[in-house]
């Protein structure tokens, strides 16, 4: 590490317990950490760091409470995620194991503790000493062994019996990094050599006509025609919004929940920028962002602040042809790449989304055409959020018909909609269903 940087240890411990502790995002938190760092090897291995700590939260922690004597106060808590961060060294990185116990009891002088020094030297070294067998105990039990939640882990088995194993593997595993490109500005093709002149490794995607998948993470900032708008970045899983909608050019479409942004520009893409586009949002402080993304795609719409649920606020009274609900929920699909969600979420948030989320479906269905299409998703793993949730509203509404997805990916469950479980075919997690409403 060089002088002028920060010890890239301790800014990884104060970043989880931004997360655990104080229940931050840890998009932001990441954003603010890593900005402390100039030097790429360090930023790469702060960020591991925290990631893989956070992935592998649960079963580092049944390890710690193997070991010590008994819990700490909750006011030790950074002693707590240090012990965390050493045994994360030493089980999933290539730190030498010397160096991650020397390292992580170093940083016990900056917590101005003393008593802690002892504490994290012993707890490191009787891991050491008894690895295989602590790890084993440890593993019995499946929410330790795939550190997740242990609700979110019965969850999975009674609504995934033959596949909850590899969703909880998947959402341990790092996510590919996968960018959308523009075909209204130019064709992949073109896209695809202009990477790989510059050395950038990438493919193509079977689900995605415009989908590249690049080998390795880097920053996107740099890459050719970003500032003029070439590519997005967006997972192969929500490429596939736009695709089932399929707008056409000239048809008054609503984004009910458009920020950031990716799907609202994808349909655009698709239309040749050429809809009556209405792209809603009900957070102020996310339409900067969205507008950004429009402006540096050089794609248009009208922009507007509103909640879904109350139509009345904005709705100008002209139904629509079709509308995409990409309905806000609990993101249990996207685990991988936020893996916070897993420690930040409860059943009761579930239970409050399933709430909200029929309210949306409700309002918006009002301001649909009769033979307009809805197209509701979500970036979740619940059934009470997809399938059931789709269920409850065609139970009750006369006038919705459920139109089948015919696409290769995903699977059908005794429920209307596709599901896609995170990992498959590289993809996050996320769930269509597609409406359309009698004349």
Request: charged share 25%; with cysteine; glycine share 4%.
């Amino acid at each position: 590490m060089s002088d002028n940087q920060p010890n890239s240890r301790y800014v990884a411990l104060k970043m989880c317990l931004n997360v655990i502790e104080h229940g931050r995002s840890l998009s932001q938190t990441l954003a603010e950490g890593l900005a402390q760092f100039s030097d790429r090897r360090e930023r790469a291995f702060t960020q591991n760091l925290v990631l893989g700590t956070l992935r592998w939260q649960e079963r580092l922690a049944a390890i710690r409470a193997h070991l010590l004597k008994k819990p700490l106060k909750a006011k030790d808590e950074d002693v707590n995620q240090l012990i965390l961060i050493g045994l994360y060294q030493i089980l999933y990185m290539d730190t030498p194991e010397h160096a991650a116990v020397s390292e992580t009891v170093t940083l016990t002088q900056k917590l101005k503790k003393p008593w802690a020094k002892a504490l994290v030297n012993g707890v490191l070294r009787n891991f050491l000493r008894d690895a295989e067998t602590i790890q084993a105990e440890v593993d019995l039990k499946p929410a330790y062994k795939f550190s997740h939640p242990q609700w979110f882990t019965k969850a999975m088995r009674k609504a995934y019996p033959d596949d909850w194993q590899a969703i909880l593997t998947a959402n341990n595993e790092p996510a590919p990094l996968s960018l959308r490109v523009n075909t209204h500005f130019q064709p992949l093709e073109t896209f695809k050599a202009a990477l790989e002149a510059e050395g950038v490794a990438c493919q193509t995607h079977p689900y995605s006509p415009a989908a590249l998948v690049l080998e390795q993470a880097l920053d996107i900032t740099q890459l050719p025609t970003y500032d003029d708008g070439g590519f997005s970045v967006q997972d192969i899983a929500a490429q596939q919004a736009a695709y089932i909608l399929n707008p056409q050019p000239n048809e008054r479409v609503l984004d009910a929940c458009a920020a950031p942004g990716g799907k609202t520009t994808h349909l655009l893409e698709l239309a040749n920028n050429q809809l009556d586009l209405l792209a809603l949002e009900k957070e102020p402080e996310r339409i900067e962002r969205l507008s950004e993304n429009l402006h540096r795609l050089q794609l248009d719409a009208e922009v507007d602040v509103g909640d879904a649920s109350q139509p009345d606020d904005w709705w100008n009274g002209t139904r629509f042809d079709k509308i995409l609900l990409d309905a806000p929920c609990s993101a249990t699909g996207i685990i991988r790449r936020h893996p916070d969600i897993k420690w930040h979420r409860t059943m009761e948030d579930i239970e409050a989304l399933v709430e909200t989320q029929s309210d949306i479906l409700r309002a918006l269905w009002q301001t649909l055409k009769p033979g307009g299409r809805l197209l509701y998703s979500t970036c979740s793993v619940m059934p009470q959020e997809n399938g059931l949730q789709m269920e409850a509203f065609l139970a009750e509404t006369a006038d919705a018909k459920e139109i089948p997805i015919e696409r290769e990916w995903g699977f059908k469950q005794d429920l209307p909609g596709k599901q896609i479980l995170p990992g498959s075919e590289g993809m996050d997690g996320f769930y269509y269903c597609l409406l359309e409403k009698s004349e």
